[in-house]
């Protein structure tokens, strides 16, 4: 919301200076997006070149048909004479007048006094727009009479102000309002509070208004106010420039009003064509299945039973809350008006506003619940402006509704506030910090709440909280005692950052992609019934194939050894209304299988754990080429997925964080030293060198402390169909030194072993 | 033998040793096991012959030793004096991989609190709406529990929105005190600019204990904001509203680009928003059983995104998603 000060500063006399008035509402109150000078310079004396002038004569120029030569009186006791282009005006009018000298926001050098076209012109006559007061340049702003020639005009126009940007948090919709800012500035800051006191206009020609509200709780409050000869047209120049710093376009004096009102306190208002409702009736109900409305933006809205009409009994004439139908919208031809100042229930008006995708400065105060007692000021103000600005009278009125909410009592202990805001506030200092936010605080502290914080103050802490946000720039920055802590990660948060480091280590680095995916292997992954994009449907089940698509990027990129990771969760349908979220690390890595294989060693070793795989086919992998171990698989990435050789793998953290030894135990492994021998057996090439380790083992037992398979042959010295195996062995026992015959006869032993189960021969 | 003129062809051989493997071979000859003393020794018979043989080896084995470290010394000067490197010439290539930066202030985040005594939780993912929006006190008809804002799965099931359901679940199932933190994945049906991803991450942080202060919420998200953005910022505080807190405070840090006199960055203010926060609701502590009379406490919920902008200067979030190894490998 736009807030030109100087309209503020008329409900509210305060001390402070603009920065100190917006310093104070952003801590204690809103959000200043920021604070906006407008009109012209106020420096070097300029606003004194800037006068009330009156126009004494008007006459032809000479020599320019579009000119007309003006005698001005600006004070001055001689008039000046200033040539005008515009004709909306005639001698006898007030105008504003720039003297030369003055900096005007459109010139670049100081107005001076020139000759136009052989006339002398010693000043020039203001239309808005060269002020910064409105977008209008049709004419020139023709002033109230009665304002004494010579006045400041700063006095009749703000033609110097400072604009606040304010947007407030959803539950101070109060403050969507001049008298709601001005009641916070006052209250923060010591100032006076004057609020406007509408004189209303007394009925004339009394008619009976008939409103008739089907659904209250949809409308608690419906105030129906008539008027008769209603003179429609331009509003004031102080009104126009009120909302153009405002941010509002002015329309029409009538629509001017609502919108000039709805400003004032917050609580929207909207003005029909009499005439065009059947007999001149409000009916507010639901909207009929199938219904529409051309609301007054031109389009043709369809209708939701849900959504909140304004109807004249026989068809929808508004959009409660939102806007106004084009077709009882106020005209120039519009002569008798009936005034709606109601109140909507703010949930179901939210509901239909983000269904059609329609926000107007009135859904926005309504979805946020506006208090129903401003209703009566609103129509006062607004009636009493109908009257004095558009001629008309005020001929007939109602207000229906079912009683209005009693205000809130709460209790409220000052000691309290101060325990929880670590800060202590004298009594007196709360009880005035209340006072001054319109809180009723009894002598024993039952605190009446005011009706336009009804909604959001409701207990002792939302009390508090009024009392914390009024001292907030004084509480006193402290740290919690911290008695009984323990800060430290839990085993599985250990090992995750192990992973995460042995993976950088290996030289991979960390990716980040969506857990929402287009696609996944799982036909019961979960789907979302209503995703944003088709590319963000479905919560996946493995994070591989988002780093396939990582990895793509990087070789487009032009990267030549792309290798990546992440450590996300997946989601697993569980059966139950929510999934077995499962911390998965995946990686993807350029060199096939052995390059994937060789970071899961790595990845293993630092976990203290041995790496053992079988074979197992796997949908993102080389049917020859993939692996499963008791936590994930790995393997070459399938040729179809990503151009070139890859290897991947994916583990599911828990299972193998699980197998993780909570502690080594220290073994000797110095004082008896290892004996070791290399053997190479010649096997069909289907068999698996793991194979032949594990019955190396087991034929061996505890003392083959290392077997490690270190070369592979194939050729003409093994003959075809067959391979030879190297393998390191490593003999060790913790009581004693083992002798190169015992070595050798476990050796033996093992070969004999191969032998046996592999058709294994020893290579010479 | 005769012992002397074998010590002078010795000696001289040894003098003559230039490299050591002449040296070696110097050894061999004269000290070896078929070396004429050895073999002399073998033979020897009575004692007095026996010393000077032994005499006269210790005398050759000493004299080789000599010239033996004499030759080393002056092969480790040579090398010393005429081996060079170019010392500006790239080293053997290590592959290093990088953590993403937001897993890098994620871990910060953690170490920061964990020196201040909190515990690190791992919230869920898909929550109910019960824990997401009930327990957090959001009230019927507030925006973020309409589909237009929040990702549903059902009716009654969504992706978070935010860590906060953490902050539920952990006082559900421990008494205070209660001093964690919570980070993660989030969601919102935010459509991908400049500054929103549908997926971002949070730091959550609750403290529930006796005696709970604004004051001491404010003090911790200052030495937060210190140890994030540097001793020398200054941290501001202003009220805020958010369903789960009251009262709620929304924290800005002084601008690190102008020092707080006014930039772009910060949009002239001299102050940047960095995170909303306030004290915990009491109506979360019914939702979970605590007594509300005698426990106080603090919430905060802050964007790691948030945090990577401002301190790397990232000018877009969908970059944080784009897995580029350029700009993976920049941090």
């Known amino acids: ?764 | 033998m005769d012992a002397q003129a074998f010590e002078s062809a010795a000696l001289a051989a040894i003098a003559a040793a230039a490299t050591p493997d002449e040296i070696e071979r110097v050894r061999v000859e004269y000290l070896g096991r078929k070396s004429e003393l050895k073999l002399a020794l073998r033979e020897v018979r009575d004692r007095e012959t026996g010393i000077v043989l032994n005499t006269l080896r210790e005398r050759l084995e000493s004299a080789i030793d000599a010239r033996e470290a004499g030759l080393a010394r002056a092969e480790l000067d040579r090398r010393l004096t005429e081996e060079r490197a170019d010392v500006t010439m790239p080293g053997t290539p290590i592959r290093r991989g990088h953590l993403h930066v937001i897993t890098q202030i994620r871990r910060e985040v953690e170490d920061i609190f964990l020196g201040l005594g909190y515990t690190v939780v791992d919230g869920r993912e898909v929550e109910t709406t019960r824990y997401n929006f009930d327990g957090l006190n959001f009230p019927a008809g507030h925006p973020t529990r309409s589909p237009l804002h929040t990702l549903f799965l059902d009716d009654e099931t969504v992706l978070r929105t935010e860590t906060s359901p953490a902050q539920i679940r952990t006082m559900e199932t421990q008494e205070p005190p209660v001093y964690i933190v919570s980070l993660g994945r989030c969601y919102r049906r935010d459509t991908p600019d400049a500054t929103h991803t549908p997926t971002f991450h949070q730091a959550e942080g609750l403290v529930v204990d006796e005696g709970i202060t604004l004051g001491d919420l404010l003090g911790t998200l200052e030495y937060l904001c210190k140890a994030l953005f540097g001793e020398d910022r200054q941290t501001d505080f202003r009220i805020h509203h958010f369903p789960f807190t009251e009262p709620s405070v929304e924290a800005y840090v002084s601008c690190h680009l102008c020092d707080g006199s006014g930039c772009p960055v910060c949009r002239h203010s001299g102050w940047i928003e960095v995170g909303g926060s306030g004290m915990v609701d009491p109506n979360l502590f019914d939702f979970v059983g605590y007594d509300k009379e005698r426990y106080t406490g603090f919430a905060f919920g802050w964007g790691l995104e948030r945090i990577a902008v401002l301190r790397h200067g990232i000018p877009d979030l969908r970059e944080l998603w784009r897995n580029d190894p350029r700009l993976l490998e920049q941090f």
Request: hydrophobic share 45%.
């Open chain 1, 1 to 764: 919301m736009r807030v030109p000060l100087s309209w503020l500063r008329e409900y509210v006399t305060v001390d402070a200076t603009p920065a100190e008035i917006a310093r104070r509402l952003a801590v204690s109150s809103l959000e200043v997006d920021r604070v906006i000078d407008v009109g012209v310079a106020d420096l070097d004396r300029n606003l004194a070149h800037f006068l009330v002038g009156r126009v004494l004569e008007v006459a032809a120029h000479p020599n320019a048909d579009r000119l007309r030569v003006c005698q001005v009186d600006v004070g001055e006791g001689d008039a000046r004479q200033i040539v005008c282009g515009a004709w909306n005006f005639e001698a006898g009018a007030t105008v504003a007048v720039a003297l030369p000298g003055a900096l005007l926001p459109i010139l670049d050098e100081p107005l001076d006094e020139r000759e136009l076209r052989g006339e002398f012109s010693r000043g020039m006559i203001l239309a808005e727009d060269e002020i910064g007061l409105g977008p209008d340049h049709a004419g020139i702003m023709v002033l109230p009479d009665g304002i004494e020639p010579g006045s400041p005009l700063v006095d009749a126009l703000p033609i110097r102000d400072q604009v606040l940007d304010v947007t407030p948090t959803i539950n101070r919709v109060d403050l969507l309002s001049m008298v709601g800012l001005a009641r916070e500035v006052a209250a923060l800051l010591g100032g006076d509070l004057h609020p406007p006191e509408p004189d209303d206009p007394t009925i004339v020609d009394g008619e009976a208004v008939e409103v008739t509200v089907e659904d209250s709780h949809g409308c608690p409050r419906y105030i129906g106010r008539v008027f008769a000869g209603v003179g429609i047209g331009a509003s004031p120049q102080w009104l126009r420039s009120r909302l153009y710093l405002a941010g509002m376009r002015s329309i029409s004096n009538v629509v001017d009003v609502t919108n000039y009102v709805m400003h004032v306190y917050g609580s929207p208002l909207h003005a029909f064509d009499r005439a065009k409702l059947a007999e001149g009736r409000i009916v507010v109900r639901r909207a009929h299945a199938g219904e529409e409305l051309r609301t007054l933006d031109g389009t043709l809205r369809r209708l939701d039973p849900s959504d909140l009409m304004i109807t004249d009994g026989e068809r929808s004439v508004a959009l409660a809350a939102i806007m106004g139908g084009e077709e009882s919208e106020v005209s120039d031809a519009t002569t008798e008006v009936l005034l709606e100042a109601a109140n909507f229930e703010p949930i179901g008006i939210l509901r239909s506003s983000e269904r059609l995708a329609l926000r107007t400065d009135g859904s926005n105060r309504w979805e946020k619940g506006v208090d129903p007692y401003l209703a009566e000021p609103a129509a006062m103000l607004a009636s009493r402006l109908i009257v004095d600005l558009a001629g008309a009278r005020l001929t007939g009125h109602v207000d229906v509704h079912a009683g209005l909410p009693e205000r809130p009592v709460v209790r409220f202990r000052p000691e309290r506030a101060t325990r929880v805001i670590g800060l202590d506030v004298p009594e007196g200092d709360q009880r005035e910090i209340l006072a001054g936010f319109g809180f009723a605080v009894s002598p024993g502290w039952d605190v009446t709440v005011p009706t336009w914080r009804a909604r959001d103050v409701t207990r002792e802490i939302d009390l508090v909280e009024e009392v914390a946000r009024a001292v907030l720039d004084r509480v006193p920055a402290t740290m919690p005692l911290r008695r009984h802590v323990r800060g430290r990660l839990t085993k599985e948060q250990r090992l995750r950052r192990i992973v995460e480091d042995v993976l950088v280590g290996a030289g991979l680095s960390e990716a980040y992609t969506w857990s929402l995916v287009a696609a996944d292997p799982d036909a019961a992954a979960i789907r979302l019934p209503d995703p944003m994009t088709s590319d963000q449907a479905i919560l996946r089940t493995t994070i591989v194939p988002g780093l396939v698509e990582a990895a793509r990027t990087g070789v487009d990129a032009g990267a030549d050894d792309v290798a990546l990771f992440e450590i996300a969760r997946v989601y697993l349908p569980a059966g139950d209304r929510l999934p077995d979220e499962r911390w998965h690390a995946g990686a993807v890595v350029g060199g096939g299988y052995a390059a994937a294989k060789g970071v899961l060693e790595a990845l293993y070793g630092a976990l203290g754990l041995e790496l053992r795989v079988v074979r197992a086919p796997h949908p993102l992998l080389h049917p020859g080429k993939a692996a499963a171990t008791a936590a994930g698989w790995l393997g070459e990435l399938h040729p179809t997925l990503l151009e070139g050789v890859w290897g991947a793998f994916e583990l599911d953290l828990a299972t193998l964080f699980d197998a993780v030894p909570e502690r080594v135990l220290y073994e000797d492994v110095i004082t008896f030293p290892a004996v070791l021998q290399d053997v190479a057996v010649v096997v069909d090439e289907d068999v698996e060198v793991g194979a032949l380790v594990d019955a190396a083992r087991e034929a061996a037992g505890p003392l083959l402390r290392g077997a490690r398979v270190f070369d592979v042959y194939r050729g003409d010295q093994v003959g075809p169909g067959r391979k030879s195996v190297a393998i390191h062995l490593a003999f060790q026992s913790t009581e004693r030194t083992l002798t190169e015959d015992e070595a050798t006869r476990l050796r033996d032993a093992i070969v004999a072993a191969l032998g046996e189960r592999f058709r294994a021969e020893l290579r010479g």
